[in-house]
């Protein structure tokens, strides 16, 4: 979410799912919501049908191309030269808002230079979409009162990622599309908490609220807080960076709550290696998963049902967690089980429940200052939320940005790190899909999921299918630089050829063996959607 | 001031507002079948039937525009007739199977046959089924004998998700609700995502949640409103648990959720089974010879610690990384992170939101 | 008019018995112009009445004409015309339309074919007054697929109207727009039921909702929108011509002008007739319709199509418009006029109509759907011999229900043949359920068995030869009888009897 931070000031939706009705255009980019977040995409369909405007931008002709008034399917790692494009064309035919850009946005010069490199025609050379298209989509984004924007996973998951995102954050400001209801730039999250994770400091650089871990005055304010010394003033490593580290024997021990990355993350073999190699590995979860294997400890933890606690959603909104049943065994919430951790270990965590730790959080964070579990029941509340007095926000940026003002960041084209070539003939773009959820952990093991999607498959063109003789549910052996998986060909139009999809749930079939830990340089994302492979029958 | 009359009564009401909108608004009882706050109105079951004043016909409250001067009546003898003949009617032509039924104590035909004191309808009861019962998928069962054609089930497929995977097929009273080709939801040319909103605002058990089947009563569940925990949308779901288990999840419908029409996805609704799967981790487990061996809680965090500490005393917090969840609380990050900083003074501390 | 002098030679109609008391509006060029040629129509002054309210009228004026002439829908409802093009008018929104109802389902109706084939003009040049008048500036014409013949001569005369001008931009050089799409419909009966056919236009499945809204509020596609029948389009051209009080001249109060009935049954003179309104029912049925076939006596007659009502000898003298029909159970409907004699069950009458609503409901609504369904099971019930007591009063009870609680037309309309013929031939229904016969002698399973008057048997032995079931016995030149519990009641025995003594 670093472009968005970069450009606005925060790193959240900026819109409310709860305004995707009042939505005049809808554009989505990179994200597939009917299959990843389907509650969101019939919400979008269901506002098309309502005579709203929709387009489409994805390498995949996904679900919601169906209800588009323009689809737009551009080659894998070339939204950059798409959005520039898109605003070229806003900038040479006189549509872009210029009191907004004069009032709340800062170097537009730099925008149009980088821009102006990007005719529609030139454009098509580097995306395959053809220039009227861009132009089209570029009049009607521009035309509507409120356009908002929708992206994820396909967007962020680039070594350009980060430029991605600013890429968006221009088109919208460019347009005055931001800081309105029914406007904005919302990057849909993939997971129950991924936005609470964040919000609470699961970041190498952040403390709760994303208050810096290289400020003095935060280190003092937490010091104080939580009584302790010596605060680290270094920023962490990240997810991918710490597992580097272990293979240069910078880090000595790594404590798992509740991931998989042997399953998730790119690189696997690689992955694999440093959690055989880390000197001391706990792995706390609710199943004995690829990565727990690897552990010297494993400690069982209950589920979402098995406790009380909150998530925030993608818009922000902070809701309860409400324990439903008992955890199995022994099982603990995870809390629980760190607190005890650290008591061992000398440090005080006394907790009674959650609430309790809310009320720290409250205090702690200014933007969770006003979230009270008693007003949870009752109330909507989307952070920032201040007091108990502050009704939660809507939608951010009213009136003007977090930051000040907004910023264009400019980027030219950055092209992917692989491209296709005579051994590596296909670009593979891995995602999710509906019926499962990241690593199948809890998917796979609810008997009428597993039922009705049981097996991994790649999405193969049905051209390049029958140039090679592939037919449906054909066993396939999919390579690329880093490592060879098998699984079950689908024969499919809605992905184009020279390219194959395929969802990374399936530890049978595990997708991130093929896939490269390349970071964006500023978001520490992986290029996860742009890897070339190549393919053959088995 | 606009007032409409009802029963005598004169109310206010805001425009746009049905007669069924304003008399529900106060506690005015008028039975209902098709008609859903969530949904658009169809007038289809004629169960709401109320009298006109004005002309002394019989008019469809949900359909009826409340207006200023209007005056109705909601329960009279014509009235009453014309709802029980309805009622008496669908009846006819529904099984009797009250006793093995899915939603026997949740079946809002069941709840009018008793408030209208109907044990059998008139014209007799229905011997035979017309149609095939369909359950070819994993996720949901549908017994088009059960059916009372109110219609919900096409409009919050079309209008709330938006898949279009259900229509009425044939004419008059050979109408079925019924998939693409009839092939069922889960045939090859259906568009069902199985979110089960069709499921969840069947008034009977025509459909039903197969995952369900037998594992119990309405009246035996324990419900309990949670997030869901799947994707960032944050739905509200409503788990319904017997003993320690859950048995399934239904809607919930509030304004402040983010699916306040009871929106779900096939993930919300039903994959909850790995809750109570016998392969959940029970014991802490420490590794011992290349084998996990169960132990207390205390002997495991007192391994944990001891060698959290002597790495951390060894090397220093900076060698020392933490991953916590994008699946967990925001409690449970804050507590996380907390650790992290305070005890193992370092800020690599991370999830991932990343990937 | 130069070639078609041959139909100009027709006989004067006049002059024929059918014709003497017709009087033809809305059929006056039927049969007397080429349909395929548009000068024909405008040689009878075709297009002038479009003319002068396009260009000389406000739609204030032409509205108010209409409503003077009290011109009524003649689709079957009878709502006042000019009442509903002002809902459509005083509509708010940008985009109206036009909608004209031909889809004619009724079985045995002709009325607007014979139009839409004979005149098609007619038919544009009443919707093209009604959306100036409106301010539509697109119109739909709802056809059944199964007239082709009607279809073809509407496209030639809209394609014709638009090459000379009278349909497209500018019409008559003024700011008027108008165009005219063909539907054609499915050919469900529900369909010609308004909300229903605006579905279908729209490709939506063709079932009817719920009104409010109107389609002058919201009709095709959410927009204001006027909906009338052909015969009531066909009609306005005269009325904006000659002026709401000639048109008043005919019929009666509140029913003004004419209609065109379709008379079938057992009857001589079949065919379409177009009468004032106020015509009693036995100056059609015997001036015009010539009485009953074969001079057998008249037992009653069904109007208005499937769903209208069976009305009784005692009425015959009834002035007919729409609100008498509606008085005695009956209704105008599109014009199907069904003459029975006296041979005919009633009992049997009404479960054939209602075989035919029950088939056709679209199964959206309850009462309708299953109401109907039961209604029938009843009746069969009753007609095969096993009706039971209180099955009169239940149909009555449900009938009313379904009446008064159905959502559209059709289950509203549904029970009249069965509740009329209650009403008016009650001793029918009772005799078929207490005495197990049917007086008619129509319904197989209650024909009793046969009898032999030994008064008049002459004993000349045919019938036992011709019996099949060796039921009778005799001697020669002795009465002959028929053992009733061998008897399979074929009738026979009667037929051959050579002096009438056999009866059941
Ligand atoms: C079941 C049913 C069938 C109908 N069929 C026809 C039809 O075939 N033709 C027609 O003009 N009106 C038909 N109507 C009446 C129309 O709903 C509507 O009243 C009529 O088109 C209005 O035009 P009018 O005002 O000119 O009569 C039918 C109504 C019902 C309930
Ligand atoms: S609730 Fe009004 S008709 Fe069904």
């Known amino acids: 979410m670093a472009g968005l931070a970069k450009s606005f000031g925060s790193g959240a939706m900026t819109n409310s799912i709860d305004e995707i009705a009042g939505n005049d255009l809808i554009f989505v980019i990179g994200s597939n919501p009917t299959e990843n977040h389907p509650v969101i995409g019939a919400k979008m369909k269901r506002t098309v049908k309502n005579g709203t405007k929709l387009i489409v931008a994805d390498p995949r002709r996904i679900e919601l191309a169906e209800y588009a008034d323009i689809v737009i399917q551009q080659k894998p790692g070339t939204d950059i030269a798409l959005l520039n494009s898109m605003m070229n064309v806003i900038i040479e035919e006189g549509l872009e808002d210029t009191e907004f850009i004069e009032e709340h946005t800062e170097n537009y010069e730099e925008l149009k230079k980088i821009v102006s490199f990007y005719p529609p025609e030139k454009a098509e050379e580097i995306t395959g979409v053809p220039a009227d298209t861009i132009r089209e989509a570029a009049r009607l984004y521009a035309s509507q009162d409120k356009s908002a924007i929708y992206y994820a996973m396909g967007i962020t998951q680039h070594k350009s990622g980060t430029e991605n995102v600013t890429s968006i954050t221009s088109l919208a400001m460019l347009t005055g599309n931001v800081g309105r209801k029914s406007t904005g730039v919302n990057p849909l999250r993939g997971q129950s908490n991924v936005q609470g994770a964040c919000d609470l400091g699961a970041l190498a650089n952040v403390y709760p609220g994303y208050q810096s871990v290289t400020d003095p005055d935060m280190k003092d304010k937490f010091e104080k807080a939580w009584g302790v010394e010596g605060l680290s003033d270094e920023v962490g490593l990240t997810v991918v960076e710490m597992f580097r580290a272990i293979d240069e024997n910078k880090i000595k021990a790594l404590y798992i709550m509740g991931e998989n990355p042997a399953l998730s993350d790119p690189d696997q073999g690689h992955i694999e290696a440093a959690l055989e190699k880390v000197e001391f590995l706990v792995v706390q979860d609710i199943f004995m998963t690829e990565t727990a294997e690897y552990a010297d400890v494993v400690l069982p933890a209950a589920c979402f049902a098995e406790k009380n606690g909150t998530f925030t959603n993608t818009d922000r909104r902070i809701q309860k967690v409400n324990k439903a049943v008992e955890a199995p065994g022994e099982a603990k919430a995870d809390w629980e089980i760190i607190c005890e951790l650290s008591n061992k270990m000398g440090y005080e965590m006394d907790y009674n429940s959650t609430e309790e730790i809310m009320e720290e959080i409250a205090e702690l964070t200014p933007i969770y200052g006003g979230v009270h579990y008693d007003r949870l029941d009752k109330e909507k509340i989307q952070w920032p939320c201040r007091d108990r007095e502050d009704k939660g926000t809507q939608y951010l940026h009213k009136g003007g940005f977090i930051r000040g003002k907004g910023k264009f960041y400019p980027s030219h084209h950055i092209p992917s790190i692989e491209k296709a070539d005579e051994e590596y003939e296909f670009i593979m773009m891995t995602g999710r899909m509906l019926y499962h959820y990241h690593t199948g952990t809890m998917t796979r093991n609810s008997q009428p999921i597993d039922e009705h999607v049981p097996d991994a498959y790649v999405e193969i063109n049905a051209e390049d299918a029958e140039k090679m003789g592939i037919k449906n549910g054909d066993r396939v052996k999919i390579g690329s630089r880093r490592g060879e998986i098998e699984t079950n060909a689908e024969i499919v139009e809605t992905v184009q050829p020279g390219q194959i999809f395929m969802p990374f749930h399936f530890a049978e079939s595990p997708a991130n063996r093929l896939t490269m830990d390349e970071l964006d340089p500023e978001a520490k994302i992986p290029e996860l959607k742009v890897t070339a492979v190549k393919l053959q029958k088995t | 001031m606009k007032e409409i009359i009802i029963d005598g009564n004169s109310y206010k009401f805001d425009p746009g507002q049905t007669v069924l909108e304003v008399a529900r608004g106060n506690d005015i009882d008028i039975p209902t079948l098709c008609y859903s706050e969530h949904l658009s109105i169809t007038g289809a079951c004629r169960m709401c039937l109320v009298e006109n004043k004005e002309n002394g016909s019989l008019e469809t409250a949900c359909t009826l525009p409340a207006r200023d001067g209007l005056e109705v009546e909601t329960d009279n003898d014509k009235i009453y007739d014309a709802r029980k003949t309805v009622l008496d009617l669908i009846l006819s032509d529904h099984p009797m199977t009250c006793m093995t039924c899915e939603a026997n104590g949740d079946c809002q035909l069941q709840d009018l046959a008793y408030q209208f004191d109907i044990e059998e309808s008139s014209y007799g009861s229905k011997k035979e089924d017309r149609f095939e019962l369909e359950e070819r998928n994993s996720f949901i069962v549908y017994d088009p004998d059960k059916c009372i054609l109110c219609g919900k089930c096409v409009r919050a497929d079309s209008e709330l998700q938006c898949s279009d995977a259900i229509e009425f097929s044939e004419r008059g009273f050979k109408t079925k609700v019924a998939a693409a080709f009839d092939e069922g939801l889960g045939g090859e040319d259906s568009s069902c995502v199985f979110c089960g909103l069709c499921v969840e605002n069947c008034p009977t058990a025509a459909l039903s949640y197969k995952p369900a089947r037998k594992k119990g009563r309405e009246y035996e569940l324990r419900k309990q409103r949670t997030t869901c925990g799947y994707c960032g949308v944050g739905c509200q779901v409503e788990l319904n648990i017997k003993g320690n288990e859950v048995i399934k999840v239904d809607s919930v419908y509030d304004d402040t959720a983010p699916n306040p029409d009871g929106e779900m996805c096939v993930k919300g609704r039903f994959a909850y089974g790995f809750i109570d799967s016998p392969d959940r981790l029970k014991y802490p487990l420490i590794k011992k010879d290349g084998e996990f061996v169960e132990s207390s809680w205390d002997e495991a965090l007192d391994y944990i610690a001891d060698n959290l500490s002597r790495i951390r005393d060894e090397h220093g917090g900076r060698e020392i990384g933490a991953l916590s969840s994008a699946r967990c609380t925001n409690e449970e990050n804050y507590i996380m992170q907390k650790f992290m900083r305070a005890v193992m003074k370092t800020n690599s501390v991370e999830h991932c939101a990343r990937l | ?504």
Request: net charge negative; charged share 25%.
């Open chain 3, 1 to 504: 008019m130069k070639e078609y002098t041959a139909i100009k030679e027709l006989p004067y109609y006049e002059e024929l018995d059918f014709y003497k008391k017709q009087k033809r509006i809305v059929l006056q060029n039927c049969g007397l112009i080429d349909p395929e040629k548009i000068d024909d129509y405008i040689e009878k002054k075709g297009y002038q009445a479009a003319a002068k309210a396009i260009t000389q009228m406000k739609s204030k004026e032409i509205i108010e004409e209409v409503k003077k002439s009290g011109l009524r829908g003649r689709g079957g409802g009878g709502f006042p015309t000019g009442l509903k093009w002002q809902f459509a008018k005083d509509a708010e929104g940008e985009k109206k339309y036009i909608v004209c109802n031909a889809d004619e389902g009724d079985p045995g109706a002709f009325m607007d074919r014979s139009l839409l084939e004979g005149d098609p003009h007619k038919l544009l040049e009443g919707m093209m007054i009604a959306a100036y008048a409106i301010d539509a500036d697109e119109g739909y014409i709802y056809v059944r697929a199964e007239y082709p013949l009607a279809i073809r001569r509407l496209k030639k005369a809209i394609s014709q109207a638009e090459e000379l001008g009278l349909l497209g931009e500018n019409i008559f050089g003024t700011e008027f727009n108008f165009k005219i799409h063909i539907k054609e419909g499915a050919g469900a009966f529900v369909c010609g039921e308004e909300t229903a056919l605006m579905a279908s236009i729209e490709g939506k499945r063709g079932t009817p909702t719920s009104r409010p809204p109107y389609p002058a509020q919201s009709g095709l596609w959410g927009k204001p929108t006027n909906i009338n029948n052909v015969e009531t389009y066909a009609n306005i051209p005269f009325i904006i011509d000659n002026g709401a009080e000639e048109f008043n001249k005919f019929g009666t109060e509140n029913s003004s002008g004419t209609k065109v009935f379709a008379l079938t049954g057992k009857i001589k003179n079949t065919g379409l007739v177009e009468v004032p309104m106020g015509l009693s029912l036995r100056d059609i049925i015997y001036d015009i319709g010539g009485g009953i076939t074969d001079d057998k006596g008249f037992k009653a007659v069904q109007t208005g199509g499937p769903s209208g009502g069976c009305i009784p000898a005692e009425q015959l003298d009834l002035k007919i418009d729409y609100d008498s029909l509606k008085e005695i159970g009956a209704m105008m409907g599109s014009g199907g006029m069904v003459v029975m004699d006296e041979d005919t069950c009633m009992v049997d009458v009404a479960r054939f109509f209602l075989t035919f609503t029950q088939s056709e409901s679209c199964g959206k609504c309850t009462p309708c759907r299953l109401g109907t369904k039961r209604m029938l099971e009843i009746l069969e019930r009753i007609t095969e011999g096993e009706g039971k007591k209180g099955d009169i009063e239940k149909l009555e009870q449900l009938g009313k229900v379904i009446k008064e609680a159905s959502l559209c037309g059709l289950g509203q309309t549904a029970p009249n043949p069965v509740l009329t013929t209650i009403k008016y031939f009650r001793d029918e229904y009772e005799a078929h359920i207490n005495d197990k016969k049917c007086p008619a002698g129509q319904c197989d399973a209650l024909k009793g068995s046969y009898v032999i008057d030994e008064d008049h048997c002459i004993g000349c032995g045919q019938c036992k030869t011709v019996c099949p079931a060796d039921a009778i016995t005799g001697k020669k030149q002795k009465a002959h009888t028929i053992d009733p519990e061998a008897c399979i009641s074929c009738g026979a025995c009667a037929e051959v009897c050579p002096v009438n003594a056999i009866s059941n």
